[in-house]
T-cell receptor
Framework: ETGVTQSPTHLIKTRGQQVTLRCSSQ?????VSWYQQALGQGPQFIFQ???????GRGNFPPRFSGLQFPNYSSELNVNALELDDSALYLC?????????????FGSGTQLSVL | GESVGLHLPTLSVQEGDNSIINCAYS??????FIWYKQESGKGPQFIID?????DKRQGQRVTVLLNKTVKHLSLQIAATQPGDSAVYFC??????????FGKGTTLSVSS
């Protein structure tokens, strides 16, 4: 177990709806990253948050947004859901400034868009 | 396209054999590489990492080799066990922010 927890574990939405996914970082970590993993693919970087600000973003449209809170927990929000948004969404935490970039992943939220 | 990829999508071995999983990367500026193991229904689990100033690093039953000349990374698992069955991803770090993952190799271990 990594200490990174995500909720919910599974979610079903319909096209056009909005969704919020939540993540609690591993104790002592100050950075959270979100990844999208389509079936049979490797995780793809969405964005990273450090000190409550976005600190890097992958090739995802603005309808993917996030927040990091003072306790280092985080949310991923996706607006106007599309069928292709169906995927496993992974949250990972790390400790920036420690010289150790290892990411520790949660078990993910499986999102299905119908 | 993918900047990190794996040579084989699947690998089948017998229990007790040594396994070698290969990965090619395309960005010669990448300075940090990680291997992750992902079991069904779980998130990726850290196995071992290596920096670009090293050629080899060993862990418990695992060894990572880095060949910067041909931009190749490999993971060796000694005495493979059924519990090693999973999807294995290599990932490279660019600009210190995002990990770039390949598509993965599915390792199947039969007893």
């Amino acid at each position: 177990e990594t200490g990174v927890t995500q909720s919910p574990t599974h979610l079903i939405k319909t096209r056009g709806q909005q969704v919020t996914l939540r993540c609690s970082s591993q104790s002592g970590h100050n950075t959270v990253s979100w990844y999208q993993q389509a079936l049979g693919q490797g995780p793809q970087f969405i964005f990273q948050y450090y000190r409550e600000e976005e600190n890097g973003r992958g090739n995802f449209p603005p309808r993917f947004s996030g927040l990091q809170f003072p306790n280092y927990s985080s949310e991923l929000n996706v607006n106007a859901l599309e069928l292709d948004d169906s995927a496993l969404y992974l949250c990972a935490s790390s400790l920036v400034g420690s010289g150790d970039e290892k990411l520790f992943f949660g078990s993910g939220t499986q999102l299905s868009v119908l | 396209g993918e900047s990190v990829g794996l040579h084989l999508p699947t690998l089948s071995v017998q229990e007790g054999d040594n396994s070698i999983i290969n990965c090619a990367y395309s960005n010669s500026a990448s300075d940090y590489f990680i291997w992750y193991k992902q079991e069904s229904g779980k998130g990726p689990q850290f196995i071992i990492d290596i920096r670009s100033n090293m050629d080899k690093r060993q862990g418990q039953r695992v060894t990572v080799l880095l060949n910067k000349t041909v931009k190749h990374l490999s993971l060796q698992i000694a005495a493979t066990q059924p519990g090693d069955s999973a999807v294995y991803f290599c990932a490279e770090n660019q600009a210190g922010t995002a990990l770039i993952f390949g598509k993965g190799t599915t390792l199947s271990v039969s007893s």
